[in-house]
């Protein structure tokens, strides 16, 4: 069982940065793939970003590569998002997913191949 808890969303202006933070309990933290989704007000949960529990390996949606930075720190139970050069499209409620998808088969990206989920944090970017 891993229980996750999502911190560090808000408002932000159009170009700034936020960095989320998801919290995890559960002894097998290091033995689970981390998954990043957004959810905008009557939209589809979409991928963001994920990595991989054994080789750290990351993969992330077109329109964040270069602006977002997926990273775990397995002593410490988390898993981060760095988000940089942010745009009033990233507004959404983020949501961190635990879970062992195949990473080579890309499965990664779907959300039912997690099993745990945080309740989320709003990002609000707007002038």
């Known amino acids: 069982q891993v229980h996750l808890v999502e911190s560090g969303g808000g408002l932000v202006q159009p170009g700034g940065s936020l960095r989320l933070s998801c919290a995890a309990s559960?002894?097998?933290?290091?033995?689970?793939?981390m998954g990043w989704f957004r959810q905008a007000p009557g939209k589809e949960r979409n991928f963001v970003a994920a990595i991989s529990w054994s080789s750290g390996s990351t993969y992330y949606t077109n329109s964040m590569k270069g602006r977002f930075t997926i990273s775990r720190d397995n002593a410490k139970n988390t898993v981060y998002l760095q988000m940089n050069s942010l745009k009033p499209e990233d507004t959404a409620v983020y949501y961190c997913?635990?879970?062992?998808?195949?990473?080579?088969?890309?499965?990664?990206?779907?959300?039912?191949?997690?099993?745990?989920w945080g309740q989320g944090t709003q990002v609000t970017v707007s002038s």
């Open positions: 997913a635990a879970g062992r998808p195949n990473f080579y088969s890309g499965r990664y990206y779907y959300a039912n191949e997690y099993d745990y």
């Open positions: 559960g002894r097998t933290f290091s033995s689970y793939g």
